[in-house]
């Protein structure tokens, strides 16, 4: 008896001059008398083997899709893509890399994202590939979905993945292949979110889905060797997804698949839920009230990794799941205190009451409301230079010619008694290469030496908040300034307050310091003393993001922020004594 197997089937074989393909064709049939009990047991298990050597599978579709929280039509791609898949659960895997463009880019846009974007040559947003077929978000439809789901393959993949309180992940996939396949595919491990809400902007989606965390050992993923008939290959991978934008331990899933380089073919993909392990929930309520000691309603709470919140008529919102770990936040309600602060979790629920000042704590409070420049303030310009209201609510610097003054002027305050200044400023003509830069001057005309104190970079689409620290400032000048650095166009202003250190805003009385961060505000280092020795040392922006990382283990350090944009950010700091979290402004 001879066999032959080849590698897509089918099996074929010679036996008493039968031949055997799909099914039995007796090629002489008057040759064969009759089959013995043995020869038909022989001929069951060769059948059973064929049906097991030429088995396919279902291919699950793998959606990528390429988007960002400041892409406007993003937002009708992802909302068509998602009703068209959430009426397929269980078909499909869904990966989303959030860009860094247009207009600044996703919160949390990656580098490996980056490299998947330069994978396909994405060159603009939205953006889909299915099994690496180019397609229309905003016009897939289910046909299309049933077309891709119709495919088949020789290959399964199983996956199993699990997460540590700790936030350390494991994930284990076997790669099942029914043919042979040469060396040289590609397996890759990818952990998504899959709902996230601290990366909101402007384009008016306020939670994304499926958003990709870090994918697994990297994003050129694991080169396999030659894949055989029946020979299971195993992979494992694990990382700390506290070093990622995770917001929710307990929501996230991950996606396997298998995929040509060369041809760019998706072979197989499977998508599954990540089993939290020993992970406990916590609750965050806030407590509102203004410096009078009443409830402030309306105002807008943003926790970090959390959907933004109103307070009732209690002053008061409560957030349901929070982890162990240090969160970020923000409250503002218009013609009160900002407040950008964070707070930490340790195994036990969390209860802040946070206090916001009325214009009468401020020595300065200017919301630009109306018609003409406010009383006390002055415009200084040269024609066709600018400064004017518009619409009732803004001011706006208008550059429009090279060189000339351009000056506005804040009424005198008692600069002695500042602690912080804060600008809400946005609709910058020129991102990012025109910088709005705050100064003082001693006298408000145009012709009075300007000290540059601080200069930011407002963003191209809404407004956003920057904050100075005045408290050390040395001076004798009683007036703050703004002038305008870059070409012809515009930046406006929305809001500026300065705070009064000799009045107390409420917040909890704050412990001492384990650690001494300066100078701070910094140009583009700083340095931490400490003193016990520093474990870990965490640099996030307001958005979130971590933009340094490192466990030096020393008390003594200097880090190095020169390639942070200026603004603020949050230093969470780690000793031997305990966590903290200190402010940090870069100029």
């Keep these: 008896m001879n066999i032959y197997i080849e590698q897509r089937f089918p099996v074929i074989f010679d036996f008493r001059q039968c031949q055997f393909t799909d099914k039995l064709i007796l090629t002489k049939p008057n040759s064969m008398r009759k089959f013995t009990l043995k020869s038909m047991f022989l001929i069951t298990m060769l059948l059973m083997a064929m049906t097991t050597f030429s088995q396919t599978f279902p291919k699950k579709g793998l959606y990528e899709m390429f988007t960002s929280s400041t892409c406007d039509p993003c937002v009708a791609a992802n909302s068509n893509l998602d009703f068209i898949l959430g009426n397929n659960p269980g078909e499909y895997s869904l990966i989303k890399y959030q860009m860094n463009w247009p207009t600044g880019g996703d919160p949390y846009y990656t580098a490996q994202g980056g490299v998947r974007r330069n994978y396909y040559g994405v060159v603009s947003v939205p953006d889909l590939y299915v099994n690496a077929v180019n397609e229309d978000p905003t016009a897939f439809t289910q046909a299309e979905f049933d077309q891709y789901a119709s495919q088949t393959c020789n290959m399964d993949i199983d996956v199993t993945a699990s997460i540590q309180a700790s936030g350390l992940i494991s994930v284990n996939a076997t790669i099942n292949p029914t043919a042979n396949y040469t060396a040289g595919l590609k397996a890759h491990m990818v952990v998504v979110e899959k709902t996230t809400v601290g990366n909101y902007k402007w384009n008016g989606e306020t939670e994304f889905h499926n958003v990709m965390m870090v994918m697994l050992p990297g994003p050129e993923g694991t080169t396999l060797g030659a894949l055989t008939n029946g020979i299971a290959v195993p992979l494992a991978q694990t990382c700390d997804m506290n070093t990622t934008f995770m917001e929710e331990p307990t929501d996230l899933a991950v996606i396997v698949f298998v995929q040509n380089d060369i041809s760019k073919e998706v072979y197989q993909s499977e998508m599954v839920d990540v089993t939290p392990v020993g992970i406990t929930t916590y609750t965050i309520t806030f407590n509102v009230k203004d410096d009078q000691g009443n409830p402030v309603s309306s105002a807008e709470v943003e926790l970090e990794a959390h959907a933004k919140q109103f307070t009732g008529s209690n002053g008061q919102v409560f957030y349901n799941t929070a982890f162990p770990r240090v969160y970020s936040y923000r409250i503002f309600k218009q013609e009160y205190d900002i407040i950008f602060d964070s707070l930490t979790v340790v195994n036990q629920n969390v209860v802040l009451d946070v206090v916001l000042n009325s214009p009468n704590a401020y020595l300065l409070y ?222």
Excluded at 396 to 425: C, F, K, N, W
Excluded at 453 to 469: A, M, N, S, T
Aim: with cysteine; charged share 20%; aromatic share 12%.
């Design 366 to 587: 200017e919301d630009f409301e109306g018609s003409s420049i406010p009383t006390g303030w002055t415009a200084l310009f040269t024609d066709p230079n600018e400064i004017y209201i518009a619409f009732d609510e803004s001011i706006v610097l208008y550059r429009g010619m090279a060189g000339g003054d351009l000056r506005l002027v804040a009424p005198s305050i008692q600069m002695a008694h500042a602690q912080t200044l804060y600008i809400e400023a946005g609709q910058n003509n020129n991102y990012p290469t025109t910088a709005m830069v705050v100064g003082t001057v001693p006298e408000p005309t145009a012709t009075a030496p300007f000290t540059e104190l601080v200069r930011f970079i407002p963003q191209d689409v809404g407004y956003g908040w920057f904050e100075y620290d005045l408290s050390t400032y040395s001076g004798s000048d009683q007036y703050l300034a703004w002038e305008y650095d870059g070409p012809i166009g515009w930046y406006v202003i929305e809001t500026v307050k300065v705070s009064d250190k000799t009045v107390n805003i409420g917040k909890k009385t704050a412990s001492p310091l384990m650690a001494k961060c300066f100078p701070n505000p910094c140009d583009g280092y700083f340095h931490i003393k400490s003193s016990s020795k520093i474990q870990n040392i965490s640099i996030m922006s307001q958005s979130g993001e971590i933009v340094f990382w490192s466990n030096p283990s020393e008390k003594d350090v200097t880090v190095d922020v020169s390639r942070c944009k200026p603004g603020l950010y949050f230093i969470e700091i780690t000793t031997t004594e305990g966590v903290e979290t200190q402010k940090l402004i870069r100029k």
